[in-house]
């Protein structure tokens, strides 16, 4: 089955990282994922929060917002809420899963996802973009002698599935997600280790071997974006 933007149902939308994108912030990435943008900028605070204070070890936590004309229609400016707070924790965590946090001494790393464009997979995308902003800041941090070495352990992304129309599709579109019949966010390391598995029924059941098939689809999507990574971030991460 062909979609409207002429994809088959493995392929992903066309991608572009743009490396260094914000000049102030210690590491950043626009990431454009089809028609989704999202701005991902890494900051050093010399501080933690309070139960790691005296631990020795670092931490690393997310914001994700909206603009106003993000969407077809304008939103309101978002505040905290259930969404957005899941959606900060769900990049946090994702990132934190593949630092070595006892090697960035007593630091935090806040990563800004602002999304500027959204025609589904912002939070997803905002995993793969945050995780370049974050080794850029990183590498500045060890250029300047704050840690030793880029303390990354592995590299990360994340990519939506689901079944629209009983077709398995990788990487929906906000079109397809809005009508899909199961979606799923799917958050993965390259060496095949799951941080997340998100997945919802929208109108009917699925079955495991539907629900394989998808994180197999995933799995494909994920390679293809950390090879977009590794490329990339091939004079840092050595």
């Given at each position: 089955?062909?979609?409207k933007?002429?994809?088959?149902?493995d392929?992903?939308?066309?991608?572009?990282?743009t490396p260094?994108?914000i000049?102030y912030?210690?590491?950043?990435?626009?990431?454009?994922?089809?028609?989704?943008r999202i701005?991902?900028?890494?900051?050093l605070?010399e501080?933690?929060?309070?139960f790691?204070?005296?631990?020795?070890?670092g931490?690393?936590?997310?914001?994700?917002?909206?603009?106003?004309?993000?969407c077809?229609?304008?939103?309101?400016?978002?505040?905290?809420?259930?969404?957005?707070y899941?959606?900060?924790?769900?990049?946090g965590r994702s990132?934190?899963?593949?630092?070595?946090l006892?090697?960035?001494?007593?630091?935090?790393?806040?990563?800004?996802?602002?999304?500027?464009?959204?025609?589904?997979g912002?939070?997803t995308?905002s995993i793969?973009?945050?995780?370049v902003?974050l080794?850029?800041?990183?590498n500045?941090?060890?250029?300047?002698g704050?840690?030793?070495?880029?303390?990354?352990?592995?590299?990360?992304s994340?990519?939506?599935v689901g079944?629209?129309?009983?077709?398995l599709?990788?990487?929906?579109?906000f079109?397809e997600?809005?009508?899909a019949?199961?979606d799923m966010?799917?958050?993965?390391t390259?060496?095949g280790?799951?941080?997340?598995?998100?997945g919802t029924?929208?109108?009917?059941t699925f079955s495991?071997?539907?629900?394989?098939?998808?994180?197999?689809?995933?799995?494909?999507?994920?390679?293809?974006?950390?090879?977009?990574q590794?490329?990339?971030?091939?004079?840092?991460l050595l």
């Amino acid at each position: 089955m062909l979609r409207k933007d002429g994809r088959g149902f493995d392929q992903i939308r066309p991608i572009n990282i743009t490396p260094e994108y914000i000049k102030y912030a210690e590491g950043s990435c626009l990431i454009e994922l089809g028609n989704t943008r999202i701005v991902c900028t890494a900051t050093l605070e010399e501080s933690v929060p309070t139960f790691l204070k005296g631990s020795g070890s670092g931490w690393i936590t997310a914001e994700y917002g909206m603009l106003p004309r993000s969407c077809v229609n304008r939103i309101l400016r978002e505040k905290t809420s259930g969404r957005i707070y899941e959606i900060q924790r769900l990049i946090g965590r994702s990132l934190r899963a593949v630092v070595d946090l006892t090697l960035m001494g007593e630091r935090t790393i806040w990563i800004d996802c602002d999304v500027i464009q959204a025609d589904g997979g912002t939070r997803t995308a905002s995993i793969t973009g945050g995780f370049v902003a974050l080794c850029f800041a990183f590498n500045k941090l060890k250029k300047q002698g704050l840690v030793s070495k880029i303390p990354i352990k592995d590299f990360i992304s994340a990519i939506s599935v689901g079944i629209v129309n009983r077709e398995l599709l990788l990487d929906l579109t906000f079109e397809e997600d809005s009508h899909a019949e199961v979606d799923m966010n799917i958050v993965m390391t390259s060496e095949g280790k799951f941080v997340e598995i998100q997945g919802t029924s929208e109108k009917k059941t699925f079955s495991y071997e539907q629900m394989s098939s998808l994180i197999e689809l995933a799995r494909k999507g994920i390679r293809i974006l950390i090879d977009i990574q590794r490329d990339l971030l091939k004079n840092i991460l050595l």
